[in-house]
């Protein structure tokens, strides 16, 4: 659309008394096309792009930032339903982006496909006729003694690659097709996009989990077995690449100020063939075949063993998540099998225990054990708070595995045991009715998505011929020359030959580029 | 070197406030000045011509200009040397920290400003008539270089791991850069649309300033020379590098990031004005003014999405 051509505004003048509701429909209809592919809707249709783009940065976007949107809930309870209604917290999916999207899209198809219809033609024609009146060209010029004829004109400007036609004894000559051309790709590489970003939303998937180091927690590339995870309406769950990942280590340096310096992850891949090791970072994901895996980020999950009044002991970690840069980390680790009578087999519901921790990679010297005082574990201290008590677990209500139900501590049901406390690896604590906690030591996690896009690939080409369409319908020009040669005279060889130039887009060098022809067109000669 | 390279950047800041200075002594005294003008006026409404402002190679000297051309060329001496004090500055900067000397938000700025200074005596080379220009690039040189050093300075340190990838020279290479050009052709873009108000008779504060200021036409055709050249880069750095190296390390090429929401929201703005333009229909005013509202859309997302939101660009060390 980069072209200097207008394109009528308005439909014509609607006929004074149409003849029947079908050609009055018509009419509308052709009207409403018309209006539809001008210029003037489809600058308007970009800004309202632009302009419907804004809320998406100002709002909290769910696909983007789940736990913003939440927040925004919490603060905003009365105005958060109609930001919802409105589709505030998923802009770039809402019908109405959609709508003005697709109106473009529309628009954009009804401009290109008679432009397209035009440069096709116009590639295959010759250029026009010589002008009558050359001296009313912008550019204009008489070379009074000219040896050559018109062959020798036309053979010049060829080698110069321009577009000649010969007609007795003048030649047109164009150039600069190239302008539309890429114009056009430009154009038409941005459907091109679209479709591509639709089919990676329908043939796409992606699932993100934690998972923590060890052979224990491996897991095998399967809906169930992600935190969360979404799939193209297209894909069927079975078809899913078949592998499986074990993270064997997790390597993170940091400044002297806590920045991070690097990440680095080992795992071991199963299911492709034979087992193998890879290692990957951020910047560097993890190419297996049909997915990629992706570092977002890490922690620590504390590992607790709990010793339970009858002596039955469990051992678990839970990946705890950092809340600062320092890895200050939270999160709580559940016993709801603790103290079943080893007599009876019954199983207390009241006597479930739990813990509430904040786990401090660098923990300062002295209380408050707040706050970590540096990422790396130079100093580890897990502060736990005991509870015991229903944990709520049975119930069936999916509740958050990183912090006990607060309704139930609300409600009484689970109950705080003793002061919190600090433990440092190797300690152990013993509570009030002689269970011990111990806290072993921790183990490293990462979080992972794992993501399928087929359409990522197309729309990296499709922006490439964009990128190439456009510079060659920025720069691009489109200009032509006219030659004629006068009548010879009898008594000289030489004829007088003049010459016209015409640039038929904006182009400021067209003077020096025709005065070079003409001299290029004379030597030759 | 860290010492050096922060000096440097004092150094800039004085030397386009040097440049500065100078512009707007020439700006009242020069030949085409206030003074100088009082002059003309008597001379024309002696029934020469009338005067047509015209980017003239050299203008007339009489004795009394002596002064003022001698201020202009150390105009133009400052601009040369604040500029290259502004470079070496990042040069320094990348040496010291031993990696490419834009990671965080205060290096990003002092780069896309060097990529602008940097333009500005290239056109300044290839159109010296456009040198009355300088006061307002050295001003918002100052301004920037300014909220640079006092707003957003971060000491030297290593690169996040995030940043830590050769994409970091495609991307954000690509994006400083015609960042800065944009920044450059919007001084014309502003000034073509006082000079158009002044040429149409209007007389307020900053329409005022028109007839100093270069034609239209000029303005209209540097700006948008400007911005086609800047236009391409700009798509490759934020369309193209930017979603690739974000599906190496977010997973995904395009998210909908704050920064990726305002890139875009730049990219479209900046291709309407590129459609407008070619658009006989439409005025060039009104073309201008979408050009205008693009570097906007580009300062918010230089500071407006750095400073008030949060989201996965979020390295500006604030």
């Given at each position: 659309?980069?072209?200097?051509?207008?394109?009528?505004?308005?439909?014509?003048?609607?006929?004074?008394?149409?003849?029947?509701?079908?050609?009055?429909?018509?009419?509308?209809?052709?009207?409403?096309?018309?209006?539809?592919?001008?210029?003037?809707?489809?600058?308007?249709?970009?800004?309202?792009?632009?302009?419907?783009?804004?809320?998406?940065?100002?709002?909290?976007?769910?696909?983007?930032?789940?736990?913003?949107?939440?927040?925004?809930?919490?603060?905003?309870?009365?105005?958060?339903?109609?930001?919802?209604?409105?589709?505030?917290?998923?802009?770039?999916?809402?019908?109405?982006?959609?709508?003005?999207?697709?109106?473009?899209?529309?628009?954009?198809?009804?401009?290109?496909?008679?432009?397209?219809?035009?440069?096709?033609?116009?590639?295959?024609?010759?250029?026009?006729?010589?002008?009558?009146?050359?001296?009313?060209?912008?550019?204009?010029?008489?070379?009074?003694?000219?040896?050559?004829?018109?062959?020798?004109?036309?053979?010049?400007?060829?080698?110069?690659?321009?577009?000649?036609?010969?007609?007795?004894?003048?030649?047109?000559?164009?150039?600069?097709?190239?302008?539309?051309?890429?114009?056009?790709?430009?154009?038409?590489?941005?459907?091109?996009?679209?479709?591509?970003?639709?089919?990676?939303?329908?043939?796409?998937?992606?699932?993100?989990?934690?998972?923590?180091?060890?052979?224990?927690?491996?897991?095998?590339?399967?809906?169930?077995?992600?935190?969360?995870?979404?799939?193209?309406?297209?894909?069927?769950?079975?078809?899913?690449?078949?592998?499986?990942?074990?993270?064997?280590?997790?390597?993170?340096?940091?400044?002297?100020?806590?920045?991070?310096?690097?990440?680095?992850?080992?795992?071991?891949?199963?299911?492709?063939?034979?087992?193998?090791?890879?290692?990957?970072?951020?910047?560097?994901?993890?190419?297996?075949?049909?997915?990629?895996?992706?570092?977002?980020?890490?922690?620590?999950?504390?590992?607790?063993?709990?010793?339970?009044?009858?002596?039955?002991?469990?051992?678990?970690?839970?990946?705890?998540?950092?809340?600062?840069?320092?890895?200050?980390?939270?999160?709580?680790?559940?016993?709801?099998?603790?103290?079943?009578?080893?007599?009876?087999?019954?199983?207390?519901?009241?006597?479930?225990?739990?813990?509430?921790?904040?786990?401090?990679?660098?923990?300062?010297?002295?209380?408050?054990?707040?706050?970590?005082?540096?990422?790396?574990?130079?100093?580890?201290?897990?502060?736990?708070?005991?509870?015991?008590?229903?944990?709520?677990?049975?119930?069936?209500?999916?509740?958050?595995?990183?912090?006990?139900?607060?309704?139930?501590?609300?409600?009484?049901?689970?109950?705080?045991?003793?002061?919190?406390?600090?433990?440092?690896?190797?300690?152990?604590?013993?509570?009030?009715?002689?269970?011990?906690?111990?806290?072993?030591?921790?183990?490293?996690?990462?979080?992972?998505?794992?993501?399928?896009?087929?359409?990522?690939?197309?729309?990296?080409?499709?922006?490439?011929?964009?990128?190439?369409?456009?510079?060659?319908?920025?720069?691009?020009?489109?200009?032509?020359?006219?030659?004629?040669?006068?009548?010879?005279?009898?008594?000289?060889?030489?004829?007088?030959?003049?010459?016209?130039?015409?640039?038929?887009?904006?182009?400021?060098?067209?003077?020096?580029?025709?005065?070079?022809?003409?001299?290029?067109?004379?030597?030759?000669? | 070197?860290?010492?050096?390279?922060?000096?440097?950047?004092?150094?800039?800041?004085?030397?386009?406030?040097?440049?500065?200075?100078?512009?707007?002594?020439?700006?009242?005294?020069?030949?085409?000045?206030?003074?100088?003008?009082?002059?003309?006026?008597?001379?024309?409404?002696?029934?020469?011509?009338?005067?047509?402002?015209?980017?003239?190679?050299?203008?007339?000297?009489?004795?009394?200009?002596?002064?003022?051309?001698?201020?202009?060329?150390?105009?133009?001496?400052?601009?040369?040397?604040?500029?290259?004090?502004?470079?070496?500055?990042?040069?320094?900067?990348?040496?010291?920290?031993?990696?490419?000397?834009?990671?965080?938000?205060?290096?990003?700025?002092?780069?896309?400003?060097?990529?602008?200074?940097?333009?500005?005596?290239?056109?300044?080379?290839?159109?010296?008539?456009?040198?009355?220009?300088?006061?307002?690039?050295?001003?918002?040189?100052?301004?920037?270089?300014?909220?640079?050093?006092?707003?957003?300075?971060?000491?030297?340190?290593?690169?996040?791991?995030?940043?830590?990838?050769?994409?970091?020279?495609?991307?954000v290479s690509a994006i400083a850069i015609s960042s800065g050009i944009f920044l450059v052709g919007f001084v014309p873009a502003a000034l073509f649309l006082i000079r158009d108000g002044y040429d149409r008779g209007k007389v307020g504060f900053p329409f005022s300033l028109g007839q100093r200021l270069?034609?239209?036409?000029?303005?209209?055709?540097?700006?948008?020379?400007?911005?086609?050249?800047?236009?391409?880069?700009?798509?490759?750095?934020?369309?193209?590098?930017?979603?690739?190296?974000?599906?190496?390390?977010?997973?995904?090429?395009?998210?909908?990031?704050?920064?990726?929401?305002?890139?875009?929201?730049?990219?479209?703005?900046?291709?309407?004005?590129?459609?407008?333009?070619?658009?006989?229909?439409?005025?060039?005013?009104?073309?201008?003014?979408?050009?205008?509202?693009?570097?906007?859309?580009?300062?918010?997302?230089?500071?407006?999405?750095?400073?008030?939101?949060?989201?996965?660009?979020?390295?500006?060390?604030?």
């Open positions: 659309m980069t072209t200097t051509q207008a394109r009528p505004e308005t439909p014509p003048a609607p006929p004074p008394r149409p003849p029947g509701w079908g050609a009055w429909l018509a009419g509308v209809a052709r009207g409403a096309w018309r209006q539809l592919t001008s210029m003037r809707t489809a600058l308007v249709l970009l800004f309202l792009l632009a302009v419907a783009a804004i809320p998406g940065s100002l709002l909290p976007q769910r696909n983007v930032e789940l736990e913003k949107v939440q927040n925004f809930y919490r603060e905003h309870p009365s105005l958060a339903p109609w930001v919802e209604r409105i589709d505030g917290f998923d802009v770039f999916g809402s019908p109405w982006f959609a709508a003005i999207y697709l109106l473009l899209f529309t628009s954009l198809i009804g401009c290109l496909v008679p432009r397209l219809r035009e440069h096709w033609r116009a590639l295959r024609s010759v250029p026009p006729k010589v002008p009558a009146r050359l001296d009313r060209l912008p550019q204009h010029t008489r070379v009074a003694d000219y040896d050559g004829d018109v062959a020798a004109v036309a053979a010049a400007l060829r080698k110069q690659r321009w577009r000649v036609a010969v007609r007795d004894d003048t030649v047109s000559a164009e150039k600069g097709y190239l302008k539309e051309t890429g114009n056009l790709v430009f154009h038409f590489a941005f459907l091109a996009v679209l479709v591509a970003v639709a089919l990676g939303s329908w043939y796409g998937w992606h699932g993100n989990r934690i998972l923590v180091a060890g052979p224990d927690s491996a897991f095998c590339n399967s809906l169930q077995q992600y935190d969360e995870s979404k799939l193209g309406p297209r894909v069927d769950e079975g078809g899913l690449p078949p592998f499986c990942l074990r993270l064997d280590d997790f390597q993170a340096t940091f400044q002297d100020n806590g920045q991070p310096k690097s990440f680095r992850a080992t795992v071991t891949v199963e299911g492709e063939g034979p087992a193998r090791s890879e290692s990957f970072s951020v910047n560097e994901p993890l190419r297996l075949d049909g997915a990629s895996v992706y570092l977002l980020g890490h922690g620590y999950a504390p590992i607790v063993r709990y010793t339970d009044r009858f002596g039955r002991t469990q051992t678990k970690d839970a990946p705890f998540l950092s809340t600062d840069e320092m890895q200050t980390s939270t999160g709580a680790i559940s016993f709801p099998d603790a103290n079943v009578d080893p007599a009876t087999g019954v199983r207390d519901p009241s006597l479930q225990v739990g813990f509430d921790g904040i786990y401090l990679p660098t923990a300062p010297t002295e209380p408050p054990f707040l706050r970590s005082r540096f990422p790396a574990e130079d100093n580890p201290g897990l502060l736990l708070t005991a509870y015991r008590g229903n944990l709520g677990l049975d119930a069936g209500i999916p509740s958050s595995v990183y912090q006990l139900d607060q309704g139930q501590i609300d409600s009484g049901r689970l109950s705080v045991v003793g002061e919190p406390k600090l433990l440092r690896p190797g300690e152990k604590w013993t509570l009030d009715d002689g269970s011990t906690v111990e806290f072993l030591g921790t183990k490293k996690y990462v979080t992972l998505s794992v993501r399928h896009d087929p359409g990522q690939g197309i729309a990296l080409v499709a922006s490439v011929f964009a990128l190439g369409g456009l510079m060659l319908s920025l720069f691009g020009k489109r200009r032509r020359v006219f030659f004629r040669l006068a009548s010879p005279t009898p008594t000289s060889r030489s004829r007088l030959l003049e010459v016209g130039g015409l640039p038929r887009t904006d182009y400021p060098g067209f003077a020096e580029e025709f005065t070079s022809t003409v001299a290029a067109v004379r030597e030759k000669a | 070197m860290a010492a050096l390279s922060d000096q440097l950047l004092v150094v800039a800041m004085l030397g386009y406030l040097v440049a500065m200075i100078c512009s707007a002594a020439v700006y009242a005294f020069g030949s085409k000045g206030v003074v100088a003008r009082v002059a003309e006026r008597e001379l024309v409404g002696a029934g020469g011509p009338p005067v047509v402002e015209s980017v003239s190679p050299e203008p007339v000297v009489a004795a009394r200009d002596g002064r003022a051309v001698w201020i202009g060329r150390a105009a133009t001496v400052a601009t040369v040397l604040a500029t290259v004090a502004q470079v070496a500055c990042l040069v320094a900067r990348g040496i010291a920290a031993d990696r490419l000397p834009w990671g965080n938000m205060y290096e990003y700025t002092i780069a896309s400003t060097s990529v602008a200074a940097v333009a500005w005596l290239v056109v300044l080379a290839r159109r010296p008539g456009l040198r009355h220009l300088n006061l307002y690039v050295s001003l918002t040189m100052v301004v920037l270089l300014g909220v640079a050093g006092l707003l957003l300075y971060v000491p030297i340190g290593p690169l996040v791991p995030a940043l830590n990838s050769y994409w970091l020279a495609i991307h270069p034609a239209a036409a000029v303005l209209e055709r540097l700006s948008f020379r400007l911005h086609a050249f800047a236009f391409p880069i700009w798509t490759f750095g934020a369309l193209i590098a930017g979603p690739i190296w974000a599906e190496a390390a977010w997973g995904r090429y395009w998210g909908w990031d704050p920064k990726e929401v305002w890139a875009f929201i730049s990219w479209i703005v900046y291709a309407g004005y590129l459609h407008a333009r070619a658009t006989p229909s439409v005025r060039k005013t009104t073309a201008t003014w979408i050009a205008v509202l693009g570097f906007l859309t580009m300062l918010m997302n230089l500071f407006g999405v750095n400073l008030f939101f949060s989201g996965l660009h979020s390295y500006g060390g604030l």
